[in-house]
């Protein structure tokens, strides 16, 4: 018989789409994220649009990598209450962000999305 935790897939996905997108942030904005550390971070978006961007781009990568991380223990322990909440809320996000962008990466946290509304 298979146990909760040899079905948990969810977070994995979740984490393994957060480090690709931290891994973009650093291949697509290296020189205004290298140009904001070496003037020692702090208050170094200002008013500047593109480096907020990238700042929103990389903190994004971080809050789905904390997510993820959140997801794999309630899959372990058949928490599909839990995990259908977390569900809805990622599947409005990523409606969201398809909306807004269409051509982005968005489209893999539909598989993760899908999956946790159908938690039982």
Not at 38 to 47: E, H, I, K, M, P
Not at 84 to 105: C, E, I, Q, V
Request: charged share 10%; hydrophobic share 60%.
């Amino acid at each position: 018989m298979r146990t909760h935790s040899s079905r948990a897939w969810i977070g994995h996905w979740l984490l393994a789409v957060a480090l690709l997108h931290t891994l973009a942030s650093a291949l697509w904005f290296g020189p205004t994220l290298q140009a904001m550390w070496q003037q020692g971070l702090f208050n170094t978006v200002g008013a500047d649009a593109l480096r907020g961007a990238v700042s929103w781009f990389v903190l994004f990568g971080v809050l789905l990598a904390l997510l993820a991380m959140a997801i794999t223990p309630l899959e372990r322990a058949g928490q599909a209450p839990a995990l259908r909440r977390l569900g809805w809320g990622t599947m409005a996000l990523t409606a969201l962000g398809l909306l807004l962008m269409p051509l982005s990466g968005f489209w893999l946290a539909l598989p993760a999305a899908l999956a946790l509304l159908r938690k039982r």
